[in-house]
């Protein structure tokens, strides 16, 4: 019996790690024990996804909640050690980029245990992004490499990670949305805000780049206004998006727009049925690049740059200088010349967890 340890901590970790469960569980001589960091916390943020998505309740919750990056990270790691010291497992597996992927990877590795990313290789270049440290370090400790598009093997070849360590087994975030897509499907969340498919956009706004710098966030919502003349807005907000606005004094700017509309974060279906019904969506965010790209939804990236390069070449997402007039010329470029719908990239096509689990399921003990 191979024990594997696996490690989710924030909302985009769960939408990866329920399909590895799912299909771990399905093999004879894997066994998995589920770890909840608690770096996000807020019922909107974890709990809602463990319900939709299926998600054995976690073996044990570390409940390390917020913190700066180095108290936050560094309390991951004290309260983890006890964990693996006590379980034993033969394997720890992290997926994508947050701290607690980082945190939990570099604890197993130095009590000598066996530790796989999943979603490696993914470089933005841009070491200004905590995510990019993140998967850097991630990447360069661990024994398995689980990676999701053709430029994370180009990555890490060029980093000299040795072949043997890489496996391209495809993306398990697309795992997720293949198999939920019926579901979403008669989510009432457009009934909910008023909303007529395809006639309306979806926002969605979190890194500190676009929200902690008051000039910047004003930019954006200058484009926002302009946006929302022409189609109605809906802005699920995330809660550190919203305690910026308010600090930074722009919460009656953001009331002022009438067709704009900043509820709660959503649950993972509702909000997957407010995609697949957008006429486009503009995001920080990585893991939603990928699931327009599969929904044939024109995506406007508000970043300098991307982990994902897939989703542009294979799909509908585009880069997008994060101010009025460079979001605006290219939501006028958008709406007359929509980027094809129907390319997907290589092996995303719902098996990923799936080929992961092979690879364990041939591992000797
Ligand atoms: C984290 C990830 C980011 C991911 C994002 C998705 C890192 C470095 N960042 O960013 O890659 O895209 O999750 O949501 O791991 N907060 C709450 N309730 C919660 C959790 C957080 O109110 O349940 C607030 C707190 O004020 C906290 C802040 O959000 O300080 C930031 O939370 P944190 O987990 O540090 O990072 P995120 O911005 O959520």
């Known amino acids: ?38 770096q996000h916390y807020d019922e909107k943020l974890s709990k809602l996804f463990f319900d939709e998505l299926g998600i054995p309740k976690p073996d044990i919750n570390l409940e390390v909640g917020s913190g700066s990056h180095a108290v936050q990270t560094a309390e991951i790691m004290r309260t983890f050690e006890p964990v693996v010291l006590r379980e034993k497992p033969d394997w720890v597996i992290v997926v994508g980029d947050v701290n607690s992927t980082v945190a939990c990877s570099l604890v197993a590795v130095k009590l000598g245990i066996r530790t796989a990313h999943v979603e490696a290789g993914l470089r933005s270049f841009d070491r200004r992004m905590p995510e990019e440290i993140n998967r850097l370090l991630t990447d360069a400790i661990s024994d398995l490499l689980f990676v999701s598009e053709p430029s994370g093997l180009e990555n890490l070849k060029a980093e000299g990670v040795p072949d043997e360590k890489v496996h391209f087994c495809g993306n398990v975030m697309i795992d997720t949305l293949l198999k939920n ?7 009432k969340v457009l009934d909910t805000f008023g909303l ?36 109605p807005i809906i802005f699920p907000m995330h809660p550190r998006t919203r305690k910026n606005i308010a600090a930074l004094g722009l919460a009656d700017r953001i009331e002022s727009i009438t067709e704009l509309k900043t509820p709660e974060p959503l649950g993972y279906l509702d909000f997957l049925k407010l995609t697949s019904e957008s006429a486009l969506v503009l995001t920080d965010s990585g893991g939603i690049q990928e699931e327009t790209t599969i929904l044939g939804v024109p995506c406007l990236t508000l970043r300098e740059n991307t982990e994902r390069p897939a989703t542009i070449t294979h799909g509908t997402n585009r880069l997008v200088d994060p ?8 939501y006028a470029d958008i709406r007359t010349n929509p980027p094809p719908a129907d390319r997907r990239p290589e092996l995303w096509d719902g098996n990923a967890a799936e080929r992961i689990a092979d690879v364990f399921g041939s591992l000797p003990n």
Do not use: Q
């Open 1 to 38: 019996m191979l024990k594997l340890m696996c490690i989710c901590g924030a909302r985009p970790n769960f939408m990866k790690i329920a399909p590895l469960m799912e299909a771990f569980g399905r093999r004879d001589g894997l066994e998995t024990y589920l770890v909840h960091t608690g």
């Open 181 to 187: 897509r019926g579901k979403a499907a008669k989510s």
């Open 196 to 231: 007529k498919p395809k006639h309306f956009a979806t926002v969605t706004l979190h890194r500190p780049s676009n929200v902690d710098v008051k000039e910047n966030l004003s930019s954006i919502l200058d484009a926002f206004e302009r946006i929302a003349a022409d189609m």
């Open 323 to 330: 101010h009025a007039d460079s979001i605006l010329a290219a």
